[in-house]
């Protein structure tokens, strides 16, 4: 080891030894984890001996860690948001690309096909009307020749033996055929 480089390495030791504890201290208030206060000093040390011949000597050298430990904590904070965005774009692209199994459909396909088989043959029409033609209750009315208001009561008990049909079979709520039983805006009552 050269002398200079000896020397230099006396410094580091000594600027380490002065204000470990205070850069440590700092580090703890402001992070959330012992684990980032530490990488946080370690990182503000990696930067002040790569920079010893620009650090000031005396208690400057105490300030100069500060503004170095301060920009380190701001660039960890914005890898960390950069890293949690691309998290979410990631998280949405795998949810927009994720394909349901199949056989789940199928399974509650024919689960409904049962218990509308086990209907009587007009709450099998309004509830095939409503959810598989995608008619609503005025346009059901049309089809069948009834009121409106006829259909949102006769569709609504519908329903009820429907889910009472599917017992445990149900699908999940939400999701039973979706089956509209109030009028819609332009239907009126």
Do not use: C, K
């Not at 380490?16 to 684990?35: C, G, I, K, M, W």
């Not at 009834?146 to 049909?165: F, G, H, K």
């Not at 939400?174 to 039983?181: A, K, L």
């Amino acid at each position: 080891m050269t002398t200079s480089e000896r020397v230099r390495e006396e410094r580091f030791r000594a600027l380490y030894s002065a204000h470990f504890d205070a850069l440590l201290a700092y580090a703890v208030r402001r992070t959330r984890h012992p684990d980032d206060a530490a990488d946080l000093v370690a990182e503000t040390f990696l930067v002040a001996w790569r920079r010893l011949d620009e650090l000031p000597t005396g208690d400057e050298s105490r300030l100069w860690l500060y503004v170095v430990a301060r920009h380190v904590r701001s660039n960890a904070e914005r890898s960390g948001r950069r890293r949690e965005r691309l998290g979410e774009r990631l998280r949405q692209q795998l949810t927009d690309a994720f394909v349901p199994d199949p056989a789940v459909r199928v399974t509650e396909h024919a689960a409904v096909r049962a218990a509308l088989q086990r209907l009587g043959p007009d709450d099998r029409e309004l509830l095939m009307l409503s959810a598989w033609e995608g008619l609503e209750p005025r346009e059901i009315a049309h089809v069948l020749e009834i009121s409106p208001t006829a259909v949102r009561t006769r569709l609504s008990r519908a329903r009820r033996r429907l889910r009472d049909a599917l017992g445990d079979a149900s699908p999940a709520p939400g999701h039973e055929m979706s089956v509209r039983t109030a009028p819609s805006p332009q239907e009126g009552r």
